[in-house]
């Protein structure tokens, strides 16, 4: 039997407010690292973040084609925008990322964008540019998360090796882990370190790092900024404290979370850890 699919054309928008307030955009190239970054958003941006594409066959069932996201905002200056236009203009595939107060966008899916200027002539208005970002197809890289490092993976063992699927880990011999009740168990037989990298270019943006350490000795946490070349160019580190603060130097690229253990015998305990701009209990936020 030949089957007809009909597709369905579902508007699904969901305001940015969800994210409790957008401080800042990053619009980047990650194949070349230029970065526009805006920071004057106007509120009421529109975002659609992975909504599953629905087909209904000739039978009535609904088949999963793809996600679908989008996310268009404008800002208040012009400035950035002749670098988006060069890349709307040239077709170039770029990624965002979205700095909120609680809640990040992190759009790690390459895509193409649109932009165009709004004129105010009105007295006291002021001229704004909108920003589109789209993607149709296909399991999408798209994540909005408080804890950043949700977007690296589960806080689970799925592949049984004993250590979070989060995290990188690295030590020399003598070095065990256990991973079991989401507690991450390292016990050193050397120095080592765990961590975490996430693409976050931006400056000026106060970023918290936290441990969430359970009981052990020896260790330091630290939060690291790193460059497009992955050199790093600004640290905050800590052995006396659970977190760290780090404001975001010029040319971040990626940040790093880090706990490293210097002991040579002994063992650190930690749940989920955090790293997020500041805000409310991060050791309580599991999203």
């Not at 009105?122 to 994540?143: E, L, P, Q």
């Not at 305990?269 to 936020?285: C, V």
Request: contains cysteine; aromatic residues 12%.
């Amino acid at each position: 039997m030949t089957k007809t699919i009909l597709y369905l054309n579902v508007r699904f928008t969901v305001y940015l407010k969800v994210i409790t307030g957008v401080k800042k955009i990053s619009v980047y190239d990650p194949a070349t690292g230029t970065t526009v970054q805006l920071n004057n958003i106007v509120p009421g941006a529109d975002a659609k973040i992975k909504r599953p594409i629905e087909i209904l066959d000739v039978d009535n069932e609904l088949y999963y084609d793809g996600d679908e996201s989008f996310l268009e905002f404008s800002s208040f200056t012009l400035e950035g925008y002749d670098q988006l236009e060069t890349w709307m203009i040239a077709n170039t595939p770029v990624q965002l990322v979205v700095a909120g107060i609680d809640y990040h966008i992190l759009w790690y899916e390459s895509a193409k964008i649109t932009v165009y200027k709004n004129y105010g002539f009105a007295i006291g208005n002021r001229n704004t540019f909108n920003v589109r970002i789209s993607k149709k197809r296909g399991t999408h890289s798209i994540y909005a998360y408080t804890n950043m490092l949700r977007t690296n993976g589960k806080w689970e063992d799925d592949d049984v090796d004993e250590k979070a699927d989060c995290l990188t880990f690295s030590g020399g011999a003598g070095v065990t882990y256990d991973f079991n009740n989401d507690i991450q168990t390292i016990t050193t037989g050397a120095s080592t370190n765990a961590t975490a990298d996430i693409i976050f270019p931006f400056s000026g943006i106060n970023i918290v790092s936290a441990l969430n350490r359970q009981s052990g000795n020896g260790w330091t946490i630290k939060v690291r900024a790193l460059n497009y070349a992955s050199s790093i160019i600004g640290t905050s580190e800590s052995t006396v404290f659970d977190n760290v603060t780090l404001l975001l130097p010029a040319n971040t690229y990626k940040i790093r979370w880090e706990v490293a253990i210097g002991i040579s015998s002994g063992s650190v305990l930690f749940k989920l850890p955090f790293i997020g701009s500041q805000r409310g209990n991060y050791l309580d936020i599991n999203y």
